[in-house]
């Protein structure tokens, strides 16, 4: 059911994370019946986001910035649809692709080309298309007839080329970049970039976390600060990034 | 329940995907590669019928395809549920990184392994023209044990691959598990052979039994299926399979914290 407003592609409404820290992890069932018994079964509650809320219109570029364990990988996450928020809800219009790790639907033991086909699946591409689209893919990984040869055997960069190559080959709706721009050597980097720019200027709407507050500067058109779960900045690029520098340079005066 | 049907439908491609790549990988590396699904089955046949033929005395001409018939359609059980008791925690990486609905890895596990028992079941015919058990129409009554067969590893599949998120020792729990059901299947040997009286109710108790003995009949013995095993099996297998899609869905937004 969405309830979007015309323009919108994304609405975060209050959400918020928490995590169940056990004192030490109970991951088999003799201590567990144990601990039941006995009643040592304690958690500790850890609030990772706290009542998280924007929207993105179509063609938005949004970078979230924040310092170390601000909650920006779970936030992307929780829009990823790959962890369900405690609290809150998600709501998004058109087909999202998540980067939050390039290649971590390749098994091993497939091949390059093999894996073209599984990873397309993964993302949810129909085999025509993969077919298609499957030629242009071997020719912006650069790997040739490595395509060939069992994933295992490649290097990191060969596996980043490869995982981004089949993850940008479609014109997503939404594109979700978790630091996966400061992979591979300067060439590729550059070759990257200027297809994320060729996705804007399609009107692709990004959300785009890095650590390089200069490429976020240069990539994007609005920014959020998260620090310890919450937002506490919101606004154009330049706004929130003057903001998170003064907060850099606060703490290193300390 | 639309909503489901319409996410099962978009994934069929990746269902497909992951079916193909548990079987390619399975046989890449070996050098008889596929063949080993024919072979192995034979060969325990082999030496089972050496080890038990003096339990039935002699003449029984078709005790190695009684054996068989148990044998394969036990080991389809015993390494689906095995394949997809891990079939989370082997997939941890994708589940981290993009939505996938989840239930399709233990689905995966478990089809493939049908797959490949299909495939095996070509030695249960070989065997069975070698040694002349006459085929009657009954052998297509026996689509529905194996069926339920699927079904029932099915729902055990989902229940086990959600309990391995939590607890990990029950692989060693489910491993004494499938060795008590072996041994109460009556694969080598015949449950009227034994004194035990009244006591059939034991092996009912073993839902593989009763499956067995409704694949036994329609391909061996040439008899309609025993009704009072029908409505066992079937019993087991949807009732599995329905507690197993409960407890799956239950749990699985936990599984990413555990994995």
């Not at chain 1, 144990?34 to 998280?52: G, N, P, S, T, V």
């Not at chain 2, 023209?129 to 026996?142: C, G, K």
């Amino acid at each position: 059911m969405e309830v979007l407003v015309k323009e919108e592609v994304l609405k975060v409404e209050n959400v918020s994370m928490k995590f169940n820290l056990m004192e030490k992890k109970v991951d088999n069932l003799k201590e567990y019946v144990i601990k039941m018994i006995k009643r040592e079964l304690r958690y500790q509650e850890f609030w990772a986001l706290h009542d998280i809320s924007f929207t993105l219109n179509k063609g938005d570029r949004l970078g979230i910035l924040g310092f170390n364990g601000a909650g920006k990988s779970t936030l992307l996450k929780i829009i990823a649809s790959v962890l369900k928020p405690t609290e809150g809800k998600v709501t998004m219009k058109g087909k999202i692709v998540p980067l939050l790790e390039l290649g971590a639907g390749f098994d091993l033991q497939y091949t390059g080309a093999e894996n073209i086909y599984l990873y397309g699946a993964v993302l949810g591409y129909s085999k025509e298309f993969i077919k298609e689209k499957y030629d242009e893919i071997v020719a912006f990984s650069e790997l040739d007839e490595f395509i060939h040869v069992p994933v295992k055997n490649y290097s990191s960069g060969m596996k980043a080329r490869l995982g981004f190559s089949i993850a940008t080959i479609v014109e997503p709706d939404i594109l979700i970049l978790d630091e996966v721009l400061s992979v591979g050597d300067a060439k590729f980097r550059k070759k990257s970039e200027k297809r994320i720019k060729d996705m804007f200027d399609k009107g692709t709407t990004v959300l785009f976390v890095s650590h390089s507050l200069e490429q976020v500067k240069r990539l994007c058109s609005r920014a959020i600060l998260l620090e310890k779960g919450r937002i506490i900045a919101n606004g154009t690029v330049d706004e929130v990034s003057t903001f998170y520098e003064h907060k850099i340079n606060d703490t290193s005066n300390d | 329940m639309n909503k489901i049907f319409n996410n099962f439908k978009k994934y069929r491609f990746l269902l497909a995907e992951l079916v193909k790549k548990d079987i390619k990988l399975k046989y890449r590396r070996s050098y008889l590669g596929i063949l080993w699904t024919l072979l192995e089955p034979l060969l325990t046949m082999i030496v089972l019928t050496i080890v038990f033929s003096n339990l039935l005395g002699k003449g029984d001409e078709s005790f190695p395809v009684y054996i068989l018939t148990g044998r394969l359609l036990y080991s389809f059980f015993s390494n689906s549920t095995k394949a997809a008791m891990k079939a989370i925690r082997n997939n941890s990486a994708m589940i981290k990184k993009v939505y996938v609905p989840k239930y399709i890895y233990p689905l995966a596990t478990v089809l493939s392994n049908y797959l490949i028992f299909l495939i095996s079941l070509i030695m249960l015919i070989v065997v069975a023209i070698v040694l002349h058990v006459q085929p009657t129409w009954h052998i297509f009554s026996a689509i529905i044990p194996l069926f339920l067969l699927l079904i029932l590893a099915l729902g055990c599949g989902m229940i086990l691959s959600t309990m391995a998120v939590f607890f990990r020792d029950l692989e060693y729990l489910w491993g004494v598990v499938l060795m008590l059901i072996m041994y109460t299947s009556a694969i080598f040997y015949k449950v009227s052979a034994l004194k035990i009286g009244n006591k059939v109710w034991i092996f009912q108790c073993n839902p593989l039994y009763s499956i067995i003995v409704n694949f036994r009949d329609a391909v061996l013995y040439g008899k309609s299926l025993n009704l009072n095993a029908l409505l066992i099996s079937t019993a087991f297998s949807f009732g599995t399979l329905l507690i197993g899609m409960l407890l799956f869905y239950k749990n699985q937004d936990k599984f990413i914290l555990n994995i």
